[in-house]
């Protein structure tokens, strides 16, 4: 079956502009993630959605940084005025409960460059 | 707060060596622990896992048994080969909710050379 899907796989923008990253979750998993991979930091949490709501945006770095999810199913990591030091791969990853205990599905990431 | 610790790599071995790769945390609660791989050119993905102290996880000849006396989930692997090049994560997941939310360790870069 299809697993976790994102896009672009590849986004090159320039300081200043705001980027959309999209995720597709493994249809009937509840609980989705998005992450990010840079070198300095390695693979940091972002923000948790149960369903369509966020009980935890603990990980967001700033206010530039938003994430939404719709129907329980796709959701959207949005980034404001980006800046040079939001380049990283941004990996979203979905499993069937928010169990610590579950396996977490990863995507093969967006690898965003800010110029 | 809630983190992991893995050896620094990157580690280069020959083929059929024994691989020990060392990880170590810091938790509040009862954290299930885990070790996700990324083969070059893929996505993360689960290698194993341990949800409570003494559990030992395996696949792929993999092993790691979760051990709270040390805080550690040292993976080991007999025999490596060349195929089981790749970055190797330690993560943990725990919290006042338990949400599954992954923390991860810097990661381990394995090199095996024929």
């Known amino acids: 079956g299809a697993g976790v899907s994102q896009s672009p796989s590849n986004k090159v923008t320039e300081k200043g502009k705001d980027v959309e990253l999209r995720c597709d979750p493994i249809?009937?998993?509840?609980?989705l993630y998005w992450y990010r991979q840079s070198l300095g930091q390695g693979l940091e949490f972002l923000i948790y959605?149960?369903?369509?709501?966020?009980?935890?945006k603990s990980g967001l770095p700033s206010d530039r940084f938003s994430a939404e999810r719709t129907g329980g199913s796709v959701s959207t990591l949005t980034i404001q005025r980006t800046q040079q030091e939001d380049s990283a791969v941004y990996l979203c990853?979905?499993?069937?409960?928010?169990?610590?205990?579950?396996?977490?599905?990863f995507g093969p990431g967006t690898r965003l460059t800010v110029l | 707060g809630d983190s992991v610790t893995q050896m620094e790599g990157p580690v280069t071995l020959s083929e059929e060596a024994f691989l020990t790769i060392n990880c170590t945390y810091t938790?509040?609660?009862?954290?299930?622990l885990f070790w996700y791989v990324q083969y070059p050119g893929e996505g993360l993905q689960l290698l194993l896992k341990?949800?409570?102290?003494?559990d030992k996880g395996s696949n792929k000849g993999f092993e790691a048994t979760y051990r709270k006396e040390t805080t550690s989930f040292h993976l080991e692997k007999g025999s490596v080969q060349v195929s089981d090049s790749a970055v190797y994560f330690c993560?943990?997941?725990?919290?006042?909710?338990?949400?599954?939310?992954?923390?991860f360790g810097q990661g381990t870069t394995l090199q095996v050379k024929p």
């Open positions: 938790a509040t609660g009862y954290p299930s």
């Open positions: 993560a943990l997941s725990v919290g006042s909710s338990n949400t599954g939310k992954l923390i």
């Open positions: 341990a949800t409570k102290a003494d």
């Open positions: 990853a979905s499993s069937l409960v928010g169990q610590g205990n579950n396996e977490q599905f």
């Open positions: 959605f149960q369903g369509n709501s966020a009980p935890d």
């Open positions: 249809s009937g998993h509840t609980a």
